[in-house]
């Protein structure tokens, strides 16, 4: 069985992730996608509250489990006995930390974990946790950007019903 992990931050979830989602989860027989709790980053959601997104968001995917993890990805890979990590570029800017992040992984798990790269969609090419949770802060539309539950959520923690 041929299986992947989508590891990353989720804070939160948006489409353009879902896109990634959809399309790794056509490529390999299980995906799972992994919340990564990391101690140097303050997240708006928790990393329960991003399971459930998640969860949710991708609850017609019958192949797609979502788990958390916190350590290092090679760490966890191992464990899951999985060999391949998906990760998303958008931009060049991506580019440079994104193949850093690759050959360490490739490198300190013995040759045991790759990494693929899915390019994402252009409709999506723009899209970041950070910048959504920028406009909903300021009570902006982000109907394009994230799932209608996800938005109610993310109004919800800047103080805003609607
Ligand atoms: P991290 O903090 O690990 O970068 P993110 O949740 O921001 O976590 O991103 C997880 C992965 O999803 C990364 O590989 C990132 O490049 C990718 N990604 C983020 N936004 C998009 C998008 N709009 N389209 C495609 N991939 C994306």
């Known amino acids: 069985m041929k299986a992947a992990i989508y590891p990353g931050s ?3 979830v948006t489409f353009g992730h879902l896109d990634i989602i959809k ?16 101690k140097t980053k303050t997240p708006l ?3 329960e ?9 991708t609850k017609n ?7 958390s993890f916190s350590g290092l990805l090679i760490d966890y890979a191992k464990e899951k006995n999985i060999r391949v990590a ?8 991506d580019f440079e930390y994104e193949l850093q992040i690759a050959q360490t992984n ?9 990494t693929m790269f899915l390019t994402t969609s252009l409709e999506y090419a723009y899209l970041s946790s950070s ?3 920028e406009v909903a802060s300021f009570n902006g539309d982000i109907s394009e950007s994230v799932p209608d539950f996800v938005g109610k959520l993310l109004y919800k923690k800047y103080g805003y019903d609607r």
């Open 10 to 12: 989720f804070d939160p």
């Open 23 to 38: 399309r790794a989860a056509e490529i390999f027989d299980e995906l799972t996608v992994s919340v990564l709790n990391n």
């Open 45 to 47: 959601f928790s990393v």
């Open 49 to 57: 509250e991003r399971v459930k997104m998640l969860e949710e968001a």
């Open 61 to 67: 995917l019958p192949n797609v489990k979502i788990d």
């Open 86 to 93: 998906i990760r998303g570029l958008r931009a060049f800017t």
């Open 106 to 114: 490739r490198k300190f798990s013995g040759g045991n974990l790759d």
């Open 131 to 133: 910048t959504v949770k």
